[in-house]
């Protein structure tokens, strides 16, 4: 015990030089009983201790290189939210392809990594559902339907990740305010409405950028070319989207009771069904007219305050596409630059 005792004053006056981790067992505990006189310390505490004293050893006199990495890290950052809206604006598809490849690969690869079974159970089953969509919008010629199912497909998907994104947020709240002791505050219920919060919010963020892929590839095939011309050419009373007639009035059924479908008529004059153009605009996030590129207001298909609810829902998707994209890519920025210059 005297020798432990000696050994313990020995290595707390040369402090921060010495490793920890290359004494013995009976040598760590008097080197951690040294640093907290007069407490009986358990295993655990032991090994907490050795662990955060080789930390401060191996970084014993970096003081200022860890200055520089803070300050290179302070600099990224804040140059980080100029730089990706000037690559967004200039460009947008190399933009959007990054963006879409950091979304669907990076939450699987960690999910593999740590064994998280069930998220990657419901990201296959989603991404083979999607697979089936994205062929279909990009077969040449376009089948006339497929805009509708498109369109569809991703409404129902973005109503169904913004429900799942509600409930989170009140189970949440639930757990916040412990409604249930027993119950919200117990680790699973706090576990399952955190993972709530992140499917809605992830498979929602999937959605509005896949659908973008598909719209730009079908409005490339949209439009009608006339026989003398190499024009587009728009005949009346037919929807540029998917190819069906406007019948507007003159289809009544047997009972007089109307059976087409809604129409919506844009500011340029342009008709189309209101379930089409919602979808080019509202599902589809294109602001132009599909035929002449005249900018729509948006504002017009906002039917409900429902609509208006999800403005807040659009904005948590893009903090959510910063935490799954630009953090792990920054941080691998981080990682080159800190490399290049010898910065550990």
Not at 60 to 77: A, N, T
Not at 173 to 187: K, Y
Not at 318 to 340: C, D, G, K
């Amino acid at each position: 015990m005297e020798s432990a005792t000696q050994f313990a004053s020995a290595t707390s006056a040369i402090g921060a030089t010495i490793d920890p981790r290359a004494m013995n067992l009976e040598q760590q505990y008097a080197f951690a009983a040294s640093l907290h006189p007069g407490r009986s310390l358990s295993p655990e505490e032991v090994r907490f201790i050795i662990n955060r004293e080789t930390f401060k050893s191996q970084h014993y006199g970096h003081e200022g290189k860890h200055l520089m990495m803070f300050l290179i890290l302070i600099c990224v950052l804040a140059m980080l939210p100029n730089t990706v809206t000037f690559w967004r604006r200039r460009h947008p598809n190399s933009y959007r392809l990054v963006s879409i490849l950091s979304i669907c690969l990076i939450p699987p690869y960690f999910a593999v990594s740590n064994g998280y079974y069930r998220f990657m159970g419901l990201w296959t089953a989603y991404a083979a559902a999607n697979s089936y969509i994205m062929y279909l919008a990009t077969r040449s010629p376009l089948n006339p339907r497929t805009p509708r199912r498109v369109y569809q497909w991703f409404a129902f998907i973005n109503k169904a990740s913004y429900a799942v994104f509600v409930l989170g947020i009140v189970l949440f709240a639930l757990c916040f305010f412990n409604v249930a002791p027993g119950l919200t505050d117990s680790e699973r219920y706090v576990e399952a409405s955190i993972l709530t919060v992140f499917y809605g919010l992830y498979f929602g963020l999937m959605s509005r950028d896949l659908v973008t892929l598909c719209t730009d590839k079908m409005a490339a095939t949209l439009g009608y070319a006339r026989s003398d011309l190499p024009t587009k050419y728009l005949p009346q009373d037919v929807c540029c989207i998917c190819g069906g007639e406007l019948l507007g009035d003159k289809a009544h059924g047997a009972s007089g009771d109307d059976l087409v479908e809604p129409t919506h008529r844009l500011g340029c004059g342009h008709e189309f069904h209101a379930c089409c153009i919602r979808g080019w605009c509202v599902v589809g996030k294109k602001d132009v007219c599909p035929y002449c590129r005249e900018k729509v207001d948006l504002e017009t298909f906002k039917q409900n305050p429902w609509d208006k609810q999800e403005l807040f829902y659009v904005t948590a998707l893009e903090y959510m596409r910063f935490f799954i994209s630009w953090q792990p890519l920054t941080l691998l920025f981080l990682t080159a630059i800190f490399w290049v210059l010898g910065l550990s």
